[in-house]
Structures are given as structure tokens and as C-alpha cells.
Nanobody, 117 residues
Framework: QVQLVESGGGLVQAGGSLRLTCTASGRTGTINRMGWYRQAPGNKQRELVATMNHIGMTNSADSVKGRFIISRNNAENTVYLQMNSLKPEDTAVYYC??????????WGPGTQVTVSS
């Protein structure tokens, strides 16, 4: 099992910045992918924000490219999401996701990000 602890959400004005942090513990192994998904109000599904694997390969949504930066510290099993130039449409619950070498996925409890106009 893998446990995830998220932090860094909050309320910010449009144009502002926030940094999300997610730390994994348990049977993480060294081959994995970590990242962020979000679920906006009224949406039933979570959408990809950005993820990064253990060798630094990333994928991200077009809507956040140029504004959000994902990074990770493998030694500490931690992934960061630096969110800049935030927009009201970025308002959502942001969930950390961990995928292990066997492609099992684990989710954090979520952290609320609210961007006011």
C-alpha cells in the first residue's frame, strides 16, 4: 500500500500562485509515476493536470502548459506542482495520484484550490 499526504491548497486571486506538495510513503518502490488530477465543481470526473515519472518524463494538460510546473524529489518521494497565473477555471479539488511499477494507482484525499476573479 501507498499513502499520500497533500498540502498547499487554498484561496488565491486570479493571477496569483500556489504550490501543491504530495508526499508518498509505504511500498513506493523506485519505478513509479506521481502527479496531479483535479475535479472541478459540477464535474463527475477527474482530469489530468500533470504527472512525472521516476526518470523525469512528464505529461500535462494543454490548459496548464506554460503556467504550471511539475517537479519531484525522488529521494523524498515527493511531487510538487507550482501553479502560476491562476485562473478562476483552475478552481477544483486537486488530487495527488501515485502509480506503482505494477500500474496500481493510489489517490490522496484531495486539496481545495479556489481562484477568485
Amino acid at each position: 500500500q501507498v499513502q499520500l499526504v497533500e498540502s498547499g491548497g487554498g484561496l488565491v486571486q486570479a493571477g496569483g500562485s500556489l504550490r501543491l506538495t504530495c508526499t508518498a510513503s509505504g511500498r513506493t518502490g523506485t519505478i513509479n509515476r506521481m502527479g496531479w488530477y483535479r475535479q472541478a465543481p459540477g464535474n463527475k470526473q477527474r482530469e489530468l493536470v500533470a504527472t512525472m515519472n521516476h526518470i523525469g518524463m512528464t505529461n500535462s494538460a494543454d490548459s496548464v502548459k506554460g503556467r504550471f510546473i511539475i517537479s519531484r524529489n525522488n529521494a523524498e518521494n515527493t511531487v510538487y506542482l507550482q501553479m502560476n497565473s491562476l485562473k478562476p477555471e483552475d478552481t477544483a479539488v486537486y488530487y495527488c495520484k501515485f502509480i506503482d511499477a505494477s500500474l496500481r494507482d493510489f489517490w490522496g484525499p484531495g486539496t481545495q484550490v479556489t481562484v477568485s476573479s
